[in-house]
């Protein structure tokens, strides 16, 4: 079992910025971090939840949803078992809940829910107008 906890959500102004921070931890099998690709997702108010960012095992390819391109950058660092989410220029439609996934043996750009095994708990990012 991969425990996931997603952290540094909160309330910030349209234009400011956020760091999201998922750590994992727990082991299946002796797999590790590294062995899953791992994926940010969101779920605004009254929306489906919708695919955000999605990093490659090794952390080298990433992968973006158009209404977050060059606004947010997501990156990985296997030795702390953590991926993080910054986000930048934030608007008040990037205002929801965002998950942290992992899918094993993925390459990071699934936009599907169904590849991803272990969730986090979600942490609420509000975006003030």
């Known amino acids: 079992q991969v425990q996931l906890v997603e952290s540094g959500g909160g309330l910030v102004q349209a234009g400011g910025s956020l760091r999201l921070s998922c750590a994992a931890s727990?082991?299946?099998?002796?797999?590790?971090?590294?062995?899953?690709?791992m994926g940010w997702f969101r779920q605004a108010p009254g929306k489906e939840r919708e695919f955000a960012a999605g990093?490659?095992?090794?952390?080298?390819?990433?992968y973006y949803a158009d209404s977050v391109k060059g606004r947010f950058t997501i990156s990985r660092d296997n030795a702390k078992n953590t991926v993080y989410l910054q986000m930048n220029s934030l608007k008040p439609e990037d205002t929801a809940v965002y998950y942290c996934?992992?899918?094993?043996w993925g390459d990071g750009s699934s936009k599907s829910e169904a590849v991803y095994r272990y969730w986090g708990q979600g942490t609420q990012v509000t975006v003030s107008s």
């Open positions: 996934a992992a899918h094993l």
């Open positions: 990093i490659s095992r090794s952390g080298g390819p990433t």
């Open positions: 727990g082991r299946t099998s002796g797999r590790t971090f590294s062995d899953y690709a």
